[in-house]
């Protein structure tokens, strides 16, 4: 129940097209759901969050879409550039202080 | 304004030996969470500490495996007699409060050989 499931496992795009990475909960308690960016050799980097509260969330580029009724959210990432290839990993986070990880995303942009 | 800090950033140890990493939280954070990433992985929750306490501790392995937020210094996470599947990057992240905003280090790299 504690799980975040993230698919798919790689993404490749062409520069300026439309990345789309999937992730659903079980736990209906999560109240936090946040898209982390890693790149290879670097630590996780915050990118956008969203609260259950909300259907939508847009920063610049990227979008959060979350659909309370399915348990799902997802990233949209408009626009792509072959800078945002980099591991993406979705998280949620409950009434306990840690975050559950999603098992993560390679997205390759093509320039 | 640093960010997380973490040391060292790689680690080789032989079999059997300690590993001690560290961590020093944001400036005006004072919860720290320790995650393990093994290749190819997401992140795993191993403990969640405050200032002199442990609050969660319940991904953490329950042999060889402690941690520590001292009143003073670094958060330290500590592998006694380590092995070959402690192989792993090691993230430190801290946040403010509530858990949200983990703001991650740029992690530990510990190899055993």
């Known amino acids: 129940q504690q799980q975040v499931k993230q698919s798919p496992q790689s993404l490749i795009v062409q520069k300026g097209g439309i990345s789309i990475i999937n992730c659903a909960y079980e736990?209906?308690?999560?109240?936090?759901f946040p898209w982390y960016q890693q790149f290879p050799g670097k630590g996780p980097a915050l990118l956008i969050a969203?609260?259950?509260?909300?259907s939508e969330k847009k920063e610049g580029r990227f979008t959060i879409s979350f659909n309370k009724s399915a348990k799902q959210f997802s990233l949209h990432i408009m626009d792509s550039q072959p800078g945002d290839s980099a591991t993406y990993f979705c998280a949620a986070k409950g009434s306990a202080r840690q975050l559950t990880f999603g098992s993560g995303t390679q997205l390759t942009v093509l320039p | 304004n640093a960010g997380v800090m973490q040391n060292p950033r790689h680690l080789v140890r032989r079999r059997g030996q300690e590993a001690r990493l560290r961590c020093s939280p944001m400036?005006?954070?004072?919860?720290v969470y320790w995650y393990r990433q093994l290749p190819e992985e997401g992140l795993k929750f191993m403990v969640y500490?405050?200032?002199?306490?442990?609050?969660?501790e319940s991904g953490m392995p329950k042999e060889r495996f402690s941690a520590e937020f001292p009143k003073e210094g670094p958060s330290i996470l500590r592998i006694q007699q380590v092995v070959r599947g402690d192989s792993a990057a090691y993230f430190c992240?801290?946040?403010?409060?509530?858990?949200?905003?983990?703001?991650f280090g740029p992690g530990t790299r510990l190899t055993v050989l």
């Open positions: 400036k005006g954070h004072s919860h």
């Open positions: 969203i609260r259950p509260d909300v």
């Open positions: 736990n209906t308690a999560f109240d936090y």
């Open positions: 992240a801290s946040s403010p409060d509530q858990g949200r905003g983990h703001r």
């Open positions: 500490l405050q200032k002199e306490n442990i609050i969660d």
